[in-house]
């Protein structure tokens, strides 16, 4: 798998958790039945698609990226929808989530040998 197939991936699953997210909190504690289902598919293929990901992709880097993009986007379809308040400070926060993660995806990633674990 290229680093671009998996980068490409990874944003998929940041865009699923933004979903995934959104759908927990009209669950209503998983009382509603469409939004619990929608919760349950796009989780599980949130957490394949960041599994994935990090064959290619350092698991902390992946999992900042995936978590700050994911974060982003909640709070941004909440403001946009009215369920939560914009602010011009909320705004910039949020623009250095998501500066942030795309900072880590465009710094260097050099490969580390991990030792396999000793036999007992």
């Known amino acids: 798998m290229s680093a671009k197939f998996a980068w490409a991936i990874l944003l998929a699953s940041a865009v699923l958790e933004a979903v995934w997210a959104t759908a927990l ?3 209503d504690g998983f009382s ?4 619990t289902v929608v919760f ?3 989780a599980s293929l949130s957490m394949i698609g960041l599994g994935i990901a990090v064959k290619r992709i350092p698991l902390g880097t992946a999992y900042a990226v995936w978590v700050g993009i994911g974060a982003a986007l909640t709070v941004g ?3 946009a929808t009215g ?4 602010s011009p400070r909320k705004l910039l926060f949020i623009a250095g ?3 942030c993660a795309a900072e880590l995806k465009a710094l260097p990633t050099e490969a580390v040998e991990v030792a396999e674990p000793a036999e007992l």
């Open 25 to 27: 909190g009209l669950s």
């Open 32 to 35: 509603q039945a469409l939004p």
């Open 77 to 79: 379809w909440a403001m």
């Open 83 to 86: 369920v939560e308040p914009a």
């Open 97 to 99: 989530i998501v500066g």
């Open 40 to 42: 349950t598919v796009t």
